[in-house]
């Protein structure tokens, strides 16, 4: 009996290593959690008003051995934002980055990291710079493996008199400033415009602008072109658009830009261009987005971004 319960105990301890062994190759294993680093890192910690900031969060294996874990995206990664000074729950909300609706951070897919390697992505946001003060971001990282990582929290500044650019409450460029900006890149008179906020085919929002001017044989000649809503600057010129019922076009925030001009304390006076008058909520017939392809807008929604961005698209592979 003695001998039966020596070898039952040895095979439980060679089930066990074979175990342990197991999930040290999957890299799911409390060690390899514990091993693995989470790091903000900016150049800058003073913004502008309005300023997209551009946030590289980088995954380091301080460990001796190769670690597989899930990828950073905006699920496998939450961010909380506080003031600096502010101290209790109700002062912190949660911030999510710029990404693609068409992105599945579902999939599974999962990153290998060698000993005293790192693996890293670029998360750009538009919601950080809505009020001046000084602030903390706090990111936490979930690995596969129901644990969690914290990075050293990241304090920044917003300050300045000016608002570089005006956003809605979700973190877009407003209409308004979309126009100012479109005509300042063509700098040609305008005496009308018409703006159109459509979902491109990566899954990201850009405003489609029309401007209207007299040509120098006093024809009206409409020039269009593409505006980045999150980094607010023209993306690339494009065919005018004309607005039917069947046009894919994105209901965008109601909230106006009223808290940031209220804020605002210096501001060069701006000559408003004439604008075509709002058009009407898409009729019943009319293709209206789902709720999948448009985030509700929100003061957390998702924030897509617009593709080309430098090094804060949210899509950034893995260094290798």
């Not at 390697?117 to 670029?122: A, D, L, P, V, W």
């Not at 017939?285 to 924030?303: D, I, K, L, M, R």
């Amino acid at each position: 009996m003695q001998k039966f319960r020596r070898h039952f105990f040895l095979l439980l301890l060679a089930l066990h290593a074979l175990f342990l062994c197991a999930c040290s190759r999957l890299g799911f294993n409390s060690d390899s959690s514990s091993a693995l680093q989470l790091r903000i890192q900016s150049e800058v910690n003073l913004f502008a008003p309005g300023q997209a900031v551009a946030l590289t969060l980088q995954l380091v294996n301080a460990s001796g051995n190769t670690v597989q874990c899930a990828e950073l995206n905006h699920q496998t990664v939450s961010f909380l934002l506080r003031p600096a000074a502010a101290a209790g729950q109700k002062a912190i909300r949660e911030i999510l980055p710029v990404f693609s609706v068409k992105e599945q951070p579902n999939s599974r897919e999962t990153w290998q990291i060698e000993p005293a390697g790192n693996c890293q992505r670029t998360f750009l946001f538009t919601q950080l710079t809505v009020e001046r003060g000084d602030f903390v971001l706090l990111a936490t990282y979930q690995t596969g493996n129901d644990s969690r990582i914290h990075a050293q929290p990241f304090a920044f500044s917003v300050q300045g008199n000016r608002v570089l650019l005006h956003r809605y409450l979700n973190g877009l460029l407003t209409r308004d400033d979309a126009i100012q900006l479109a005509a300042g890149k063509f700098q040609t008179p305008v005496e009308n415009a018409d703006a159109m906020l459509v979902q491109d085919e990566m899954g990201f929002l850009k405003w489609h602008i029309n401007l209207t001017g007299a040509a120098a044989d006093g024809k009206a000649v409409t020039r269009s072109c593409f505006v980045d809503p999150y980094q607010g600057r023209v993306w690339r010129e494009a065919q005018p658009f004309v607005r039917t019922p069947e046009s894919n076009e994105i209901p965008y925030p109601e909230d106006s830009n009223l808290f940031q001009q209220l804020q605002e304390q210096v501001r060069n006076p701006v000559k408003r261009i004439p604008q075509q008058a709002q058009p009407a909520p898409p009729s019943a017939g009319a293709p209206v987005p789902t709720p999948e392809q448009v985030p509700t807008p929100g003061p957390n929604s998702p924030v897509p971004v617009s593709p080309g961005a430098p090094s804060g698209n949210g899509g950034i592979s893995p260094a290798k």
